[in-house]
């Protein structure tokens, strides 16, 4: 009677936070030797998932916007933007992927919504 | 399926291979997100640079390639880029706002061109006016994509010395083993519902082709047609339905009527041989390029049978590993209007060789504004290429570069003409089939 209660016969379980995502970004960021810390600002929420870009990452990722390679950037997302050029076999830069993976926010180019 | 009364054997219709290719023209996995038509340029102008960066080594091995913006005066070189043609007759959404609006329609002539009208090439860094005598504006339209030869001149424009289109592209070997006659018939602009349709005329044509008509021999000639395909523009609703208003009840028969009556020929069609319908531009089908295919409520009875096949616009299928590509004429009519050629073959045989169906789609034809890939790109030639609702049936078989062989169809408005059209696929041979009921 002593240990049985009835949290051993339901064994509770931590909640999965999204380590799945957490660790393949960071896999990603470690093979081209990207630390993201400086571009990751925690917000004010626990969760660890909602990380805001800082000011850094926001200038790289307009710089990937304007890049003329991968072409037009208006009128789809950032990361259909990459995922086109990778497709197409134009090399986007990676660091770019991991900025845009970090993040749960769907960006859009820096004219969306003001053109 | 036809038995002779003298109890000789059922005489068979013959069978071929078929695949359907249509899968790249179905608007299934895009979504408007309210993107312009950026991107479909900027997808052909990828794809078409990267096949003339493979043939300009062949053409001219020692000269730089440049970005327009790279440019410098007096250098000479090849750029490539997407043409624009400047046509001041071409009518402009801008003009609305513009101008004062005048109280007399503006009379539309058939064709835009002038003599002022001038090329510009134009790439992701800029844009170059081409000067020169080599390149006759004419003969171009907005939306190709070719290499140019020549300098920069000192007042900003390129002078072309020479240019290079893409050509022909390589094509799957036709296999050459078949020793049968194997038909496909054609037809087009059957309308339906106009004035111009005489059902004699059609009936004449669906049993010719079922069996239905002549003795043993023409029966014979009927059950070597493995296939029909009809080439848009079948029915014709009145445009007054489209408005947008409610269609009264006393007017609902006018809307349905011709749609019904197709549907009677088409089921009998369809009980006897393979038939696959094509949307033009007075289906009722969406407006811009590709068309997606007729929806299957709209034939009742015709949809039961697994032998119907609803075909977008363009319409690209295999009958015995021989590659079919055809469209319902938007896209010839269109270069029609801006560009001159001798006749409809012509604007066909350019549009292989600039290796796209419809390289005035999106400018001024209707188009899905694409994000990640243009679906009219021709990256094999085909063997035969069809075009429907012309003026009249031309054929011309063109040879390649590179030992291509393609069968060019002209097919004509059967409503006007009575002209079907049957190719042989053993050795693209093509014919007419006129019918009459004129006595």
């Known amino acids: 009677m002593s240990s049985s209660t009835i949290t051993s016969f339901f064994r509770q379980e931590k909640k999965r936070t999204n380590d799945g995502g957490g660790v393949t970004i960071a896999k990603l960021c470690s093979k081209i030797g990207l630390d993201l810390a400086p571009f990751l600002v925690s917000s004010t929420d626990q969760l660890r998932s909602t990380k805001e870009l800082s000011k850094e990452a926001e200038e790289r990722l307009r710089e990937f916007d304007i890049d003329m390679r991968y072409g037009p950037s208006m009128g789809l997302t950032r990361i259909e933007r990459w995922d086109r050029a990778s497709a197409l076999g134009l090399c986007p830069p990676a660091d770019v992927e991991c900025l845009l993976l970090a993040t749960s926010t769907i960006s859009h180019c820096l004219w969306q919504g003001r053109v | 399926m036809a038995d002779s009364e003298m109890g000789e054997a059922t005489l068979e219709r013959k069978l071929a291979v078929y695949r359907n290719l249509d899968e790249r023209f179905v608007i299934r996995e895009e979504r408007y997100k309210g993107q312009q038509f950026s991107h479909i340029y900027f997808m052909r102008l990828h794809h078409m640079r990267s096949q003339l960066q493979s043939l300009i080594p062949k053409w001219k091995p020692h000269l730089p390639v440049n970005t327009v913006l790279g440019l410098e005066e007096g250098k000479e070189c090849i750029i490539v880029g997407t043409l624009y043609k400047h046509m001041k007759l071409k009518p402009s959404i801008l003009d609305e706002y513009s101008k004062e609006r005048s109280a007399i329609p503006l009379v539309k002539p058939h064709n835009f061109m002038s003599t ?9 860094s800029g844009r170059v006016k081409l000067a020169g005598p080599m390149l006759a504006p004419s003969a171009f339209v907005t939306g190709i994509v070719i290499a140019v030869h020549g300098k920069e001149t000192s007042e900003g424009d390129f002078f072309v010395e020479d240019f290079l289109e893409a050509g022909l592209a390589p094509q799957v070997d036709r296999p050459l083993d078949s020793r049968e006659d194997k038909f496909v018939a054609f037809v087009s602009g059957l309308s339906v519902g106009t004035n111009a349709f005489n059902p004699l005329q059609f009936q004449l044509l669906v049993d010719h082709i079922t069996g239905h008509l002549g003795d043993e021999n023409e029966q014979r000639i009927s059950s070597k047609i493995v296939r029909l395909v009809i080439v848009g523009n079948s029915m014709h609703i009145s445009h007054g339905f489209f408005s947008g208003q409610t269609v009264a009840p006393k007017d609902h028969a006018k809307l349905t009527e011709p749609i019904r009556e197709l549907d009677i020929f088409l089921t009998q069609l369809v009980a006897a041989l393979p038939v696959d319908i094509m949307p033009g531009c007075n289906d009722p089908a969406n407006y811009s390029l590709p068309q997606q295919p007729l929806h299957r409520c709209l034939f009742a009875g015709a949809s039961a049978y697994n032998t119907f096949v609803s075909c977008t616009n363009p319409h690209h299928f295999e009958l015995d590993n021989v590659q079919f590509v055809g469209t319902s004429g938007q ?23 600039w290796r796209h169906l419809a390289p005035t789609a999106p400018n001024t034809l209707g188009c899905y504004p694409y994000v990640d890939k243009d679906p009219f790109l021709i990256e094999s030639c085909p063997h035969v290429y069809f075009v429907g609702n012309q003026e009249k049936y031309e054929t011309r078989l063109l040879q390649g570069p590179d030992k291509q062989l393609v069968r060019l169809i002209s097919i004509p408005r059967f409503c006007e003409t009575g002209v079907a059209v049957m190719l042989n696929l053993r050795n693209l041979e093509c014919h007419a089939l006129s019918f009459s009921t004129n006595l």
Do not use: G, P
């Open chain 2, 116 to 124: 002022d009208d001038h090329l510009i090439l134009e790439d992701e």
């Open chain 2, 331 to 353: 896209n010839i009519d269109d270069l029609y209007k801006y560009s001159d050629a001798k006749d409809k073959i012509e604007f066909m045989e350019r549009t292989l060789r």
